[in-house]
């Protein structure tokens, strides 16, 4: 070989390893950065995933929460709609066995209903007040159920109401 083809060479050796040097450089260099790119990428992810994992918690906080408000409503609906019923049952059995007698007054003062009532209590009557008459059993139990159903229709609006509340308070989430 001459020695400009061994110097031609010699150049050609040189660049190759010249090249080769570069790249083995930027391959540290871009790996260097690939690597700190994946560990930012990896605390964004940590950091997304631990904010949703909070807002999950805090999600099923307010469901507990939510839903033990409308147990205690329930419940107190429940004791309420109970205690009705019994006074009602109390009141319709007190009318039943004479124990009670329902009245009420009389208008004495109304010419056009051509009933003859007298204004005041018979003798021996405890009554004060203006002209009463009393009512028949049957028309007392049938005034006391329907009383009763208007308890139980306030007692429950009022529950309906309470429900309203308690959600409309609450944040909205998404179950």
Same mark, same amino acid.
């Given at each position: 070989?001459? /020695?400009?083809?061994?110097? @031609? =060479? ?13 790249? !083995?450089?930027?391959?540290?260099? *871009? ?12 605390? &964004?992810?940590?950091?997304?995933? +631990? =904010? ?7 999600? !099923?906080?307010?469901?507990? =929460?939510?839903? !033990? ?7 107190? #609906?429940?004791?309420?709609?109970? +205690?009705?019923?019994? +006074? ?6 007190? @009318? ?13 003062? &109304? ?11 018979? /003798?021996?009557?405890?009554? #004060? ?6 009512? &028949? ?19 429950? @609006?009022?529950?309906?109401?309470? *429900? ?6 609450? &944040?909205?989430?998404?179950?």
């Amino acid at each position: 070989m001459s /020695p400009a083809a061994l110097k @031609l =060479a010699g150049v050609v050796v040189m660049l190759l390893i010249t090249a080769g040097g570069v790249w !083995q450089v930027q391959d540290w260099r *871009y790996g260097k950065q690939l690597v700190e790119q994946a560990g930012l990428h990896q605390g &964004d992810l940590a950091s997304i995933s +631990n =904010a949703a994992a909070a807002q999950v918690r805090a999600d !099923q906080d307010k469901r507990l =929460a939510l839903e !033990q408000r409308l147990s205690a409503s329930d419940k107190s #609906h429940h004791e309420t709609l109970t +205690n009705a019923q019994t +006074n009602q049952a109390r009141l319709r059995d007190r @009318l039943a066995t004479a124990d009670l007698r329902l009245s009420v007054l009389l208008d004495t003062t &109304d010419s056009a209903g051509g009933c003859s009532v007298p204004a005041g209590p018979g /003798p021996g009557g405890v009554v #004060h007040g203006g002209a009463r008459a009393r009512l &028949d059993p049957a028309h007392a139990q049938r005034i006391v159920a329907i009383t009763d159903a208007g308890d139980q229709g306030l007692i429950a @609006l009022a529950a309906c109401q309470a *429900y309203v509340r308690a959600i409309g308070s609450s &944040d909205h989430f998404s179950p």
